[in-house]
Structure formats: C-alpha cells, structure tokens
C-alpha cells in the first residue's frame, strides 16, 4: 500500500504564507501525476493544484491562482505546495494525491483520477 506523507500544515494570518510538502515511498508516480485537493466543514472536495511529473507542467483552481505553486523535487520525490497572501477562505483539510498515469486536463482535477492520498492537513486562515 503506498502512502504519501503530508506535512507543513497550521495556524496563520490572513496575508501569511504556509508550505505544504507531500512526500511519496518510492518513484511510482514519476510518469504520473501529484495533486493537492481541500475540503472544508460542510463542504465537497476540491481541486487546488496538480503537476505532471515528467515535464512538470501545472494547472490551478481559479481560487488560488497566482497565489500559490505547486513544484516537484524529482531527488526527494515530494511534491510543495507554497501558499502565499492566505485568506480565510482558504481553511480546509489539504489533501495530498497521486496516480500513476496522466489523463485529460479535465481529468486530472478530478478526485477521481487519483488513486493514493494523504492522510491530510489542517491550515486555518485566521481574519
């Protein structure tokens, strides 16, 4: 069973800055895809960022476009997710995700494509 390792989770101001990291056991994803996903109290998962291993292209949720990056380091095979300028609106559960192969753009937002995830970690945006 692999399991992909979150951490950089917590607590900070409307404005801050936080780092999520999402480490993987082993090179199983590198022809793939990693993604980040969040879900708030109350409501669905969504998508925040993904990038294609080989190439390292991107894609982002328009929520959070130009404020955070998602980057690979193909040494550690651990994926960052930096976040910057930090609302409220941004408190969820992130959720690290990979799958072995890539799909469409469309498909790679979608939880679905992805069959490992984190466990999960909590950023609370305070106001």
């Known amino acids: 069973q692999v399991q992909l390792v979150e951490s950089g989770g917590g607590l900070v101001q409307a404005g801050g800055s936080l780092r999520l990291s999402c480490a993987a056991p082993g090179r199983t994803f590198v022809s793939g895809v990693m993604g980040w996903f969040r879900q708030a109290p109350g409501k669905e998962r969504e998508f925040v960022a993904r990038i294609i291993w080989t190439g390292g292209s991107t894609d982002y949720a328009n929520s959070v476009k130009g404020r955070f990056t998602i980057s690979r380091d193909d040494a550690k095979i651990t994926v960052y997710l930096q976040m910057n300028s930090l609302k409220p609106d941004d408190t969820a559960v992130y959720l690290c995700?990979?799958?072995?192969?890539?799909?469409?753009?469309?498909?790679?937002?979608?939880?679905?494509?992805?069959?490992?995830w984190g466990q999960g970690t909590q950023v609370t945006v305070s106001s």
């Open positions: 995700a990979a799958a072995a192969t890539v799909g469409s753009a469309t498909s790679v937002r979608r939880d679905w494509w992805y069959n490992y």
